[in-house]
């Protein structure tokens, strides 16, 4: 998965640090993301590179001794030479895995600074902390931490078959399992009865835990389960939600895997015998 960068360590510790000259910039244009082409791959621009054209810079994490600032270039307009915009997710293939991950958790960071620019209490400009990764407003002393949005992704089975369904509008048309935002009040295993029942009409039982990942692109933090069906397999398909949803046997699975993403990867599970 993307988070799974071993033996490369990511270092998530608040730190105020002066930018080195080899570190490198995450610069961002919606969901895009600065890069250059070289030798097949996508790299980012060092500090030094873009010294004179970028503004204030913050030191995010570190992946062993790679050092990650967020910035911004003073003049959009005018691009670095050699450097071109990149869809995060489109290019992803064109880069390491670290790389990758490194400009997910720099994008959910760069969302939560650009979205928290002012306090939602007073509308004082907020101030970083000098402590820990918060936002702090001067006028009223709200306290602003990153935001982190908890949901479930259900592999729901009923015996040799897994239910895999396809979202409604959305630019990603591959398959996908039913998942969910947490609401205000409800346990994780509470989600994932809910959420089934909202978007399928079906019972749950015997849940089980499976694993959890950050996905940044969306503020994510995402746990996955898996669950037997209990009751009648009929399904009532929520097409607000979902364009499809049907059972699939083990050998009827197509899907490659595709090292990122925690549906993939359960998806990969249970073809493989490994849950049910």
């Not at 290019?91 to 760069?110: G, I, N, P, Q, W």
């Not at 939600?241 to 599970?269: C, F, K, V």
Request: proline letters at 4%; hydrophobic letters at 35%; charged letters at 30%.
């Amino acid at each position: 998965m993307i988070q799974e960068i071993s033996p490369k360590k990511y270092h998530v510790e608040y730190d105020i640090r002066s930018p080195k000259q080899d570190g490198r910039c995450f610069i961002f244009r919606g969901r895009d993301i600065l890069e250059r082409l070289q030798d097949g791959k996508l790299v980012l621009p060092t500090y030094g590179e873009l010294q004179k054209q970028i503004g204030e810079t913050l030191y995010l994490f570190s992946i062993d001794q790679e050092e990650y600032y967020l910035t911004s270039l003073v003049d959009p307009e005018t691009l670095p030479q050699g450097y071109d915009w990149w869809n995060l997710r489109e290019s992803r293939a064109k880069k390491d895995l670290d790389v990758h991950f490194a400009e997910t958790t720099a994008y959910h960071l760069y969302v939560w600074y650009r979205d928290n620019r002012f306090c939602g209490r007073c509308g004082e400009k907020t101030q970083p902390d000098t402590v820990e990764r918060m936002l702090r407003c001067p006028r009223c002393g709200n306290l602003i931490y990153p935001k982190i949005a908890p949901a479930v992704i259900v592999a729901l089975t009923h015996g040799d078959q897994i239910l895999m369904t396809r979202y409604q509008g959305r630019a990603y048309k591959g398959y996908a399992l039913i998942a969910g935002f947490n609401e205000i009040g409800e346990t994780a295993e509470d989600t994932v009865r809910r959420e089934v029942m909202e978007e399928v009409g079906l019972h749950v039982k015997e849940l089980r835990y499976y694993g959890s990942q950050p996905w940044g692109m969306d503020s994510n933090l995402l746990m996955g389960f898996f669950a037997h069906l209990d009751g009648t397999e009929k399904i009532c398909l929520d097409r607000q939600e979902l364009a499809q949803a049907d059972w699939y046997h083990r050998e009827e699975i197509d899907l490659e895997p595709d090292g990122y993403s925690l549906t993939n990867h359960m998806i990969q599970a249970f073809r493989r015998g490994e849950w049910k």
